[in-house]
């Protein structure tokens, strides 16, 4: 996960109350002791919470103590970092493998089951998708953390053969080296030598010890009767009867193997027994979510949403028509449920043709079509979940829902400015800040002295220069160049590139500069004018709603058209010049920066008052 790197995004000192809503979390996820949580997350140490994404664009929160990294949190759910396992060795239960396959795992590979080294004692007892660690035969100290991708009962299953760990973090990926870059420390590893210790007494003594078990007795036996049996009467003397001892051992140890094997089959059943139990509990937690989503989609349907509604966006559909359908006493959460994202549900729904969904821009869904004498839509009986005043006060706290995307802007290395970037380790497409651009560069100049001594304004311009940021005409002509032209030519020729982020949502990144919402005003038949609004949907807004605030501030007629040349995507058309209201709206109350509106000088001119 950790192994492509990822970027920051931002790094903060942690506040108190946060400090102990961390330590509430770790210790319900990991039930350690006073003693081991205090040596985790001291009370008095720098704790800071650094917020990053990763190259596939999934938001990762990363707890810091003393800048090395202890835990980090996806999909709220917490991991700990090997610096945390270091201190902690016994935090999760590890599997051990042999020190060659470390490099593979640094690289990204996850943890296959003939790699794994069984211990005398077995392999620990995992469920499938519980949290371990990863050790090495000559090392306790954990050098990776993963996801079981099966339980311990269907690994023997399988012949020790398969995927068993899925790895998420390893010692040497980018994570270890957001920390201070120690290595592990030397743990020993944990060994039972009593039965050994016990073999060599008896070996010394010169006498045999043999436990003989009737088969009927070995499942039904306490397993502390199975361990220290009574042994008085078994013990014979090797020099007096070594025929009677030969004879009983035999019939001893075919006692014994059939003993294991139903003590064996028993465990395994057990396991399994406790796995299919786990199992259901899921199963049934997620039917339960997955009824009340399918309730509430109906609901929605069937009472709040209109046909002049439609296109409506799925986010919206969600937060405005949905959660207010949830019934008393229940909780509606999308990632409880089977479908994990209200994407894929909204695609089920698709396939039982009770709506059609389509993709006006990449990541922005919407539904365009529903199916209104659809069987289960007809069938669907509304449940009484609030009174009229409390579905308007839902409705109007809804309204307040949306929160403005985060924009941000930069750089992305071209193939043609890769020479010049690779000194600072960058490979092509990776992401830089218009600051980044400029230090990398200053850099580049200064450790290869290519500042003129005559003028220090001036760059020396070098080969590597001239092929990445020269035009050809001027390979023979331009040998400096001022600091502003070696910028401004090197971000001309690098990628722009934008990243969208929604608030609780993965960030979305597109090439090139952000589309702004134009407001435009044309003039129809009749001199008659009109306020024409475009690409609202880039920025997470329903033009539909948009229209209905519009209608009632200007008291005016409102279409949603297709805009001509496009396949999916929406304009809003309003009667007469409205500019004014849809800026005040858009601004103040969608919070949208005017940077982003184009057209907001096109508003009516106030004229004089005639007296």
């Known amino acids: 996960m950790f192994a492509k790197g990822f970027r920051v995004k931002s790094n903060s000192a942690m506040k108190g109350s946060d400090r102990r809503k961390l330590r509430a979390d770790v210790q319900a996820a990991f039930s350690l002791s006073a003693d081991q949580l205090s040596h985790l997350i001291p009370n008095k140490e720098d704790l800071n919470v650094v917020k990053m994404y990763l190259n ?30 270091w201190s902690c060795p016994d935090l999760l239960v590890a599997f051990t493998t042999w020190p060659a396959v470390l490099p593979k795992l640094v690289g990204g590979a996850d943890l296959m089951l003939p ?75 944990k060994h039972d030598d009593s039965e050994q210790v016990g073999d060599q007494e008896g070996e010394e003594k010169g006498e045999v010890v043999i436990e003989t078990v009737s088969i009927e007795n070995v499942t039904a ?27 009983l051992t035999e019939q001893a140890s075919d006692c014994e193997v059939e003993a294991l094997e139903i003590v064996h089959l028993t465990e395994m059943s057990k396991d399994a027994e406790s796995q299919q139990d786990a199992a259901e509990n899921v199963r049934t937690a997620q039917e339960q979510m997955d009824e009340v989503l399918l309730q509430c989609f109906l609901h929605a349907l069937k009472c709040k949403v209109k046909k002049a509604d439609l296109p409506l966006l799925a986010s919206t559909f969600l937060k405005i028509h949905m959660y207010p359908c949830c019934p008393e006493g229940r909780t509606l959460d999308i990632k409880k449920s089977s479908y994990k994202k209200l994407s894929k549900f909204l695609h089920s729904m698709q396939q039982k043709q009770i709506i059609q969904v389509k993709e006006f821009s990449k990541g922005v869904e919407s539904i365009v079509v529903v199916k209104w004498d659809h069987a289960d839509l007809k069938s ?56 980044d651009v400029r230090n ?10 290519l500042i003129d001594d005559c003028n220090k304004n001036y760059v020396i ?21 001022k600091w502003d032209d070696l910028f ?14 929604f608030p609780g949502q993965n960030p979305i990144i597109r090439k090139g500069s952000i589309k702004p919402i134009v407001i435009d005003v044309a003039q129809r038949a009749s001199n008659k004018k009109v306020t024409l609004i475009k690409n609202l949907e880039v920025y997470g807004i329903d033009p539909q709603i948009i229209g209905n605030a519009l209608q009632l501030r200007a008291q005016a007629s409102v279409t949603l058209n297709q805009v001509p040349g496009t396949k999916d995507k929406m304009a809003l058309q309003v009667q007469g010049n409205q500019v004014n209201h849809v800026a005040k709206l858009l601004t103040e109350e969608y919070r949208i920066p005017s940077k982003y509106i184009q057209g907001l000088n096109k508003a009516p001119k106030g004229g004089k008052k005639k007296r």
């Open 488 to 501: 401004a030519r090197c971000l001309e020729r690098l990628q722009e590139c934008h990243q969208v982020t």
């Open 461 to 481: 311009v070098n080969p590597t220069l001239c092929d990445c940021i020269l035009e050809k005409s001027e390979h023979h002509i331009v040998t400096k160049l």
């Open 221 to 247: 036996m306490p397993s502390t009767e199975r361990e220290t049996p009574d042994l008085d009467n078994l013990c014979l003397n090797v020099e007096t009867e070594p025929e009677a001892v030969t004879s």
């Open 115 to 189: 790699g794994v080294i069984s211990p005398p004692s077995g392999l620990p007892k995992v469920l499938q998708g519980d949290l371990c660690a990863i050790n090495l035969v000559e090392n306790r100290a954990p050098v990776a953390i993963g996801l079981a991708n099966m339980s311990t009962t269907e690994m023997l299953a399988a012949g020790m053969k398969g995927k068993g760990i899925t790895t998420l973090h390893t010692y040497l990926d980018q994570l270890w080296a957001f920390g201070e870059k120690t290595h592990p420390p030397v743990i020993a590893h």
């Open 380 to 435: 669907f009986i509304v449940p009484e979940i609030a009174t009229g005043d409390e579905v308007m006060k839902v409705d109007r706290d809804t309204d307040i829902v949306y929160q403005p995307p985060e924009i941000s802007s930069f750089y992305s290395v071209s193939s043609k400015l890769l020479p010049l970037f690779e000194h600072a380790g960058l490979k092509k497409d990776a992401t830089l800040s218009s600051v």
């Open 56 to 85: 596939k664009g999934e938001a990762v929160t990363v707890y810091v103590l003393n800048k090395n990294p202890i835990f980090f949190e996806i999909d709220k759910r917490l991991y700990p970092t090997v610096y945390a396992l």
């Open 440 to 449: 990398i560069v200053t850099n580049y100049v200064k450790s290869n002295e």
